[in-house]
């Protein structure tokens, strides 16, 4: 198991770019909590795409993310016997129905940097000296490029020859649904039906949610199915966040560590994500060298 542990030491990992319709955590807390699917609208200056060179060129280029979104998923794989026989369930508290053991088993799955691989829209960017956009977000998920992240399409495979149901939980807006669906089978995934995709804007009886929260969409997964595992590349496509600061992430992290690599299974996203606001108080609005300047404070120097 090193070699998974080293994994998913390096899912932790995420420079700035382009952030999706963001999942912010609860709104309980004055200090908004976001997870990110694809980029999140009018966040990032310009200039930020260039900061992200090094993260997308790695993911593109470099034969060690492969390396990593393949051992996770092989490993994955090879647990989803022991999943299906535990009786467990990868949702936390409160987001799984009582019946689970009458239910159905499934896994749940984000998509954006999940199980597709959007990195061109993001070269595009940083090609193009722009800043991501709705427009060109959307222009570019209507393309149905998205590759699959290595290794998902073998485990996703597997799983449904076992009888798993594959959910997919996205913060891509309805309007994009028809798109992702069809990428999602033209790249190889099983698709059962459209019912297995709740992106943004699902509906779920009893339940609010704040902006792109996952929260009542993991609860209509688990009334319907025991949900086995849970992938992801964001914090917040496994759990509720109360607070995006970094010491408030790394306590809800560690409160679920037994889970890792058993029920919760973190992919490796250097490009974007919730970590990056964290670290300037989730004040999108500073300019772009204010945020520099705190990222470059919260940096560990060891010396």
Known sequence: MSMLAAALLLAACKPT?????????????ATPAATAD???????????AHDNLNAVAWVQR???????????????????????????SA?????????????PPAVVMDVDETVLDNSPYQA??????KEFEDLTWDQWVAEKKARPVPGVVAFAK?????????????????????????????????VKNDEVFLGLGTF????????????????????KYRVLMQFGDQLGDFVQILANTPEARADLSAKYAG?????????????YGSWEPALFNNEWAQPVEARRASKRAALRLDR
Do not use: F
Request: hydrophobic content about 45%; some cysteine.
């Open 91 to 103: 949702l936390a508290e409160g987001e799984q129905s009582a019946a689970k053991a009458k239910l």
């Open 124 to 129: 595009r960017l940083i090609a193009d000296g």
């Open 204 to 223: 779920v009886a009893d339940c609010e949610q704040n902006g792109s929260e996952k929260l009542c969409r993991r609860k209509l997964a688990g009334q």
């Open 17 to 29: 770019a382009p952030q999706a319709p963001a999942k912010p955590a609860d709104a309980a807390t």
């Open 158 to 190: 597997a799983a449904e020859a076992k009888g798993i149901t594959v959910l997919y939980i996205s913060n891509r807006a309805e309007h994009l649904q028809a798109a992702t669906l069809a990428n999602l089978r033209e790249a190889g995934l099983p």
């Open 62 to 88: 470099s034969a060690e993310y492969a390396a990593v979104t393949t051992t996770i998923y092989t490993a994955a794989t090879a647990h989803l016997d022991a999943a299906l026989k535990s009786g467990e």
């Open 259 to 271: 889970w890792w690599g058993q029920r919760w299974w973190m992919l490796p996203n250097p490009t």
């Open 38 to 48: 694809a980029p999140k609208a009018g966040k990032p200056a310009a200039s930020d």
